[in-house]
């Protein structure tokens, strides 16, 4: 099983970024998807989440109108589109992925994203 993101890097405030999560050795369509992200000295938090089909989504209050998840089923990939950037967004994101028909869970390695002038 491996979840492996990517996208992350520095930008400038009210940048955009898209952060890209590749899923494999599971039933990707089986699995809902979530980005969590972590700043420095703080907890992993919630940042959105996707149901199986793409249909339902959800997303931190902080990241509301901001912030776009989606996933490509054909591909086993979870996107994370990300504009008008903040310095309060500087985290190291992580891809989850939460079994829905099974007790399973895997988290990827995680991605920098660094948000400074």
């Known amino acids: 099983v491996q979840l492996v993101e990517s996208g992350g890097g520095l930008v400038q405030p009210g940048g955009s970024l898209r952060l890209s999560c590749a899923a494999s050795g599971f039933t990707f369509s089986s699995y809902v998807m979530s980005w969590y992200r972590q700043a420095p000295g703080k907890g992993r938090e919630l940042v959105a989440g996707i149901t199986t089909s793409g249909g339902g989504t959800n997303y931190a209050d902080s990241v509301k109108g901001r912030f776009t998840i989606a996933r490509d089923n054909a591909k086993n990939r979870v996107y994370l589109q990300m504009n008008s950037l903040k310095p309060e967004d500087t985290a190291v994101y992580y891809c989850?992925?939460?079994?829905?028909?099974?007790?399973?869970?895997?988290w990827g390695q995680g991605t920098q994203v660094t948000v400074s002038s």
């Open positions: 989850k992925a939460r079994g829905l028909y099974l007790p399973r869970e895997y």
